[in-house]
T-cell receptor, first 114, second 113 residues
Framework: GQQLNQSPQSMFIQEGEDVSMNCTSS?????WLWYKQDPGEGPVLLIA?????ELTSNGRLTAQFGITRKDSFLNISASIPSDVGIYFC??????????????FGQGTILTVHP | KAGVTQTPRYLIKTRGQQVTLSCSPI?????VSWYQQTPGQGLQFLFE???????NKGNFPGRFSGRQFSNSRSEMNVSTLELGDSALYLC????????????FGQGTRLTVV
């Protein structure tokens, strides 16, 4: 099925560094969501974006909804060891064949070295 | 407020058997979606239920089915299990589906042997 193009696939960084990852799509989405998943667990919602151009923060996390509605970015500042995990972007639309359906990126595996 | 609850957490089944997984959404949420997660395919949408009606379905064979009860709890069933059905099955709860925030349960890890 369709997936969003998420990059990078993996990142190895030192504690304290900033992290950036992004997601692009060939289709427009009206909602962008960012999740973090730990091994064997379900994804945890980090940030939800509902408006093109919107910039939203959640603690050290900042995400932006691209103006074209075809992309989104997530930044993590001053990384700490507990930031380790897999980060997913997801796009959503309303109605028709989009009801309740999130389209996911492939994920970014983040490793933080103390 | 309680989160999304999935049971069981782990299951081991034999090829050809069938399995039923359960999901209790967040109180007040009427939309429940199901996803299959595998290392090769990532997170793939199975189907979505809202007020006991299936509104959307992904590209999975008919062996995968679901239902939703009047209290919004949902079950998914997989019949005639195949080795390739081994995966983490996740359900997501949201207020109205579509563009609203979706919250995931911890998942059910299904292993088919």
């Amino acid at each position: 099925g369709q997936q969003l193009n998420q990059s990078p696939q993996s990142m190895f960084i030192q504690e304290g560094e900033d992290v950036s990852m992004n997601c692009t799509s060939s289709s427009i989405f009206n909602t962008w969501l960012w999740y973090k998943q730990d091994p064997g667990e379900g994804p945890v919602l980090l940030i939800a974006l509902y408006k093109a151009g919107e910039l939203t923060s959640n603690g050290r996390l900042t995400a932006q909804f691209g103006i074209t509605r075809k992309d989104s970015f997530l930044n993590i500042s001053a990384s700490i060891p507990s930031d380790v995990g897999i980060y997913f972007c997801a796009g959503a639309n309303a109605g028709g064949t989009s009801y309740g359906k999130l389209t996911f990126g492939q994920g970014t595996i983040l490793t933080v070295h103390p | 407020k309680a989160g999304v609850t999935q049971t069981p957490r782990y299951l081991i089944k034999t090829r050809g058997q069938q399995v039923t997984l359960s999901c209790s959404p967040i109180s007040g949420h009427r939309s429940v979606s199901w996803y299959q997660q595998t290392p090769g395919q990532g997170l793939q949408f199975l189907f979505e239920y809202f007020s006991e009606t299936q509104r959307n379905k992904g590209n999975f064979p008919g062996r995968f089915s679901g239902r939703q009860f009047s209290n919004s709890r949902s079950e998914m069933n997989v019949s005639t299990l195949e080795l390739g059905d081994s995966a983490l099955y996740l359900c997501a709860s949201s207020f109205r589906g579509g563009e609203s925030e979706a919250f995931f349960g911890q998942g059910t890890r299904l292993t088919v042997v």
